[in-house]
């Protein structure tokens, strides 16, 4: 099982941007697709974007269409989630996966491997 480990959350204001990272310590590209997903607290984890293992198609939930952009660095073996305009609804943790069995509307389905989480905040 591949290990990830995310980083790049941070706190910022509305209308800042970060780029989160995820890392993996083996081969990533498993699955058919890999992708990012985020939580609140008391609330189901929600799909945020994903991208097919050959890099040719992402998936983008529909509040963050436009201003987040899932993609990856083969040669580093890092999965990149970049997210421009942000919101203050757009605070939670985000998580990656990897390994997934299909990717649908966002979600990546059935992941081999999650990343432990890093908490954006953003504040209006």
């Known amino acids: 099982q591949v290990e990830l480990v995310e980083s790049g959350g941070d706190s910022v204001q509305a209308g800042g941007s970060l780029t989160l990272s995820c890392g993996g310590s083996?081969?990533?590209?498993?699955?058919?697709?890999m992708g990012w997903f985020r939580q609140v607290p008391g609330e189901e984890r929600e799909g945020v974007a994903t991208?097919?293992?050959?890099?040719?198609?992402?998936y983008y939930e529909e509040t963050v269409k436009g201003r987040f952009t899932v993609a990856k660095d083969d040669v580093k073996n890092t999965l990149f989630l970049i997210m421009n305009r942000l919101e203050p609804e757009d605070s939670a943790v985000y998580y990656c996966?990897?390994?997934?069995?299909?990717?649908?509307?966002?979600?990546?389905?059935?992941?081999?491997?999650w990343g432990q989480g890093t908490q954006v905040t953003v504040s209006s």
């Open positions: 991208i097919t293992k050959n890099g040719v198609r992402s």
């Open positions: 996966a990897a390994g997934c069995l299909y990717c649908s509307a966002g979600y990546c389905i059935g992941p081999k491997s």
């Open positions: 083996g081969y990533m590209y498993t699955g058919a697709c």
